[in-house]
């Protein structure tokens, strides 16, 4: 069992509509837990990250962590075709980032 | 744009060969990353630097090593290529007081035939 579960999708959507990416994980000792957008053949960009349980909000990006579950997400609102992408889910502990295998989200005008 | 820069994009060899992947972190950061993203294994950490020395391994290859000059850039190399080493590569780089916070490169896609 991999440390970090995501599912791969793809996950398609109209413009405009709420989407929720998910992860889970195993590892207690991860403490840090970030989402990054990864456009074709390009290098992952951080999106935003979270230390504890809760919600952090970023404009139309909502990240929330259940530490007691070992599940995280991210919310997109009102969506875009330009949001189309893989997202990534990463988790940090002892100076590592451990991936998750990426959901490919599409967002149809 | 991170910041991050790498040479060279693309990186055609063949079975058996060494290859040099180079990069430049963001201006003041003094952690570099390696990461190496295939199909079938997703993003892998293979190993970080921060300010010349080595602080964290992953699952990096005996044939694989890196270094970390003084200047701050990196390079890693590969050697005795096998097909399977087909990947693209990544270096990340970070802020000092903040390794969580990794900014990645662009990537060398190498192909080994």
């Known amino acids: 069992q991999k440390e970090v579960e995501q599912d791969p999708g793809p996950l398609s959507v109209p413009e405009g509509a709420i989407v929720s990416l998910n992860c889970t994980y195993s590892n207690s000792a991860f403490q840090y837990f970030m989402w990054y957008r990864q456009y074709s053949r390009k290098g992952p960009e951080l999106l935003m990250y979270?230390?504890?349980?809760g919600n952090k909000e970023d404009g139309r990006f909502t990240a929330q962590v259940d530490k007691s579950s070992k599940y995280i997400s991210l919310f997109i609102r009102d969506s875009q075709p330009s949001d189309s992408a893989t997202y990534l889910c990463?988790?940090?502990?002892?100076?590592?980032?451990?991936f998750g295998g990426g959901t490919r989200l599409m967002v149809k005008p | 744009d991170s910041g991050v820069t790498q040479t060279p994009k693309h990186l055609i060899t063949a079975t058996g060969q060494r290859v040099t992947l180079r990069c430049s972190p963001r201006?003041?950061?003094?952690?570099v990353y390696w990461y190496q993203q295939s199909l079938d294994q997703g993003l892998q950490f293979l190993i970080q630097y921060y300010n010349g020395e080595e602080r964290a391994k992953g699952n990096i290859l005996e044939r694989f090593s890196a270094q970390q000059f003084p200047d701050l850039h990196s390079e890693l190399n590969l050697s005795s290529l096998e097909l399977g080493d087909s990947a693209l590569y990544f270096c990340a780089s970070s802020p000092w007081d903040r390794s969580y916070e990794q900014y990645f490169g662009p990537g060398t896609r190498l192909t080994v035939t």
């Open positions: 979270t230390y504890s349980s």
């Open positions: 201006s003041g950061d003094l952690s």
């Open positions: 990463a988790m940090y502990a002892g100076n590592m980032l451990t």
